[in-house]
């Protein structure tokens, strides 16, 4: 098995088309064709601790969920722990994978992971089954990649089969598993050919009223040239009439940042505190209540680690509790005073708890690799 193995299975787990734009994701460090000699390890966190456990157990990669390489590098000595790491690393021949956002973002991920235990009672909740609506909070963008924009032209009626033709050779009218998708309107078409025109219909100076079908066919971006290029070289008329006008992206619902979680049974906020304490395993949830205390909530936002930039967002998407790992101060006040209750659970405890179903998820995907997690990976914040 080699580096790329690892990849790939990662970019089925969660492609990183879906990470944010700011994020640092995919391979950091190694070979993408290089052997994966040894166990590959799963953290949270890549530390010093962490890098040296892999060192102790012969791994051959691992698999960081925060980047350690965050900003860039002016030099790679022992100077700082992010040098140190990434050079010991390095040395050891250990290849370094983060998915980061993209893994909070995907179906399955860790956003959808933590809702499984938000939307059942404590103790009860079922892997893969979210207990009410459960869409993302920002929508990821996709679809079809064949319908990014639409090109119309406009051609006489006997001649219209000749040119769709020609299109979808040339990579328009791809819809799914099908080819020569078109929709076609008949309507007249008028011109007056000037003086130096060489008109394929009609004469100069004489307007001309002709028969016309409009053909509409989508297609990708990267094939617009050729597309336009064979609309012109096919079609009949000295000077073809065509649009192209660009489509907007399709929102896909279940992926994104974020999750917009409506329950299918409404529960008060100490229910909550217990769903959420008993799915992380920790005996204390902080938070901040913004209604009565008998209050029910239904329509919750969820952000795993730092989720203060989308209490505005979560708001807006109508709902009244947002639960994350972690906010600063003034974004709580400003939470609090637009009337949103916020449940802290601490950043990396969202996220650590994933790790075995990631491991697990893993195992299936590339059943010759050995996939461990790491012992010495923890939250270094304690409660006392």
């Known amino acids: 098995m080699i580096v790329q193995d690892l990849i790939d299975a990662m970019e089925q787990i969660s492609p990183l088309k879906l990470a944010e734009d700011w994020d640092k994701v995919g391979l950091q460090l190694g070979n993408p064709h290089r052997q994966v000699v040894g166990s590959t390890l799963l953290t949270i966190d890549l530390t010093e601790r962490v890098l040296q456990e892999a060192i102790d157990l012969k791994s051959g990669a691992i698999i960081a969920y925060h980047p350690p390489i965050w900003t860039p590098l002016d030099a790679l000595t022992n100077a700082t722990h992010t040098q140190r790491i990434i050079l010991?690393?390095?040395e050891a021949g250990i290849a370094i994978f983060t998915p980061h956002t993209a893994l909070d973002a995907a179906a399955g991920g860790v956003t959808d992971w933590l809702c499984e235990g938000i939307s059942a009672p404590a103790g009860e909740a079922t892997q893969g089954v979210v207990k009410g609506d459960c869409r993302a909070l920002s929508p990821a963008t996709g679809g079809d990649i064949h319908r990014e924009v639409k090109v119309i032209t406009f051609v006489p009626s006997d001649k219209a089969d000749h040119l769709r033709n020609a299109l979808g050779t040339a990579g328009a009218g791809g819809m799914g598993n099908y080819q020569l998708c078109s929709f076609?309107?008949?309507?007249?078409?008028?011109?007056?050919?000037?003086?130096?025109?060489?008109?394929?219909?009609?004469?100069?100076?004489?307007?001309?009223?002709?028969?016309?079908?409009?053909?509409?066919?989508?297609?990708?971006?990267?094939?617009?040239?050729?597309?336009?290029?064979?609309?012109?070289?096919?079609?009949?008329?000295?000077?073809?009439?065509?649009?192209?006008?660009?489509?907007?992206?399709?929102?896909?619902?279940?992926?994104?940042?974020?999750?917009?979680?409506?329950?299918?049974?409404?529960?008060?906020?100490?229910?909550?505190?217990?769903?959420?304490?008993?799915?992380?395993?920790?005996?204390?949830?902080?938070?901040?209540?913004?209604?009565?205390?008998?209050?029910?909530?239904?329509?919750?936002?969820?952000?795993?680690?730092?989720?203060?930039?989308?209490?505005?967002?979560?708001?807006?998407?109508?709902?009244?509790?947002?639960?994350?790992?972690?906010?600063?101060?003034?974004?709580?006040?400003?939470?609090?005073?637009?009337?949103?209750?916020?449940?802290?659970?601490?950043?990396?405890?969202?996220?650590?708890?994933?790790?075995?179903?990631?491991?697990?998820?893993?195992?299936?995907?590339?059943?010759?690799?050995?996939?461990?997690?790491?012992?010495?990976?923890?939250?270094?914040?304690?409660?006392?």
């Open 184 to 384: 076609n309107t008949p309507g007249e078409g008028t011109f007056l050919p000037q003086s130096g025109a060489q008109p394929s219909i009609g004469k100069v100076g004489s307007l001309e009223r002709v028969p016309e079908i409009r053909i509409e066919m989508v297609c990708a971006r990267r094939s617009l040239a050729l597309v336009i290029e064979t609309l012109k070289e096919f079609h009949p008329y000295e000077t073809p009439a065509y649009d192209i006008v660009e489509l907007v992206p399709e929102p896909i619902r279940k992926l994104g940042a974020g999750r917009r979680l409506v329950l299918d049974q409404p529960v008060m906020m100490d229910e909550l505190v217990n769903r959420l304490k008993s799915h992380l395993d920790k005996s204390r949830i902080r938070y901040i209540n913004s209604t009565p205390d008998d209050h029910l909530f239904s329509t919750i936002a969820v952000v795993p680690g730092s989720g203060g930039s989308f209490a505005t967002l979560a708001r807006q998407e109508g709902c009244d509790l947002l639960i994350t790992g972690e906010m600063t101060h003034h974004e709580l006040l400003a939470a609090n005073h637009s009337g949103l209750s916020v449940l802290l659970a601490g950043h990396t405890n969202t996220e650590r708890g994933y790790l075995p179903r990631l491991q697990s998820r893993l195992k299936e995907l590339l059943p010759r690799m050995e996939f461990k997690l790491s012992k010495t990976d923890q939250d270094r914040i304690r409660v006392g």
């Open 88 to 90: 010991g690393a390095a």
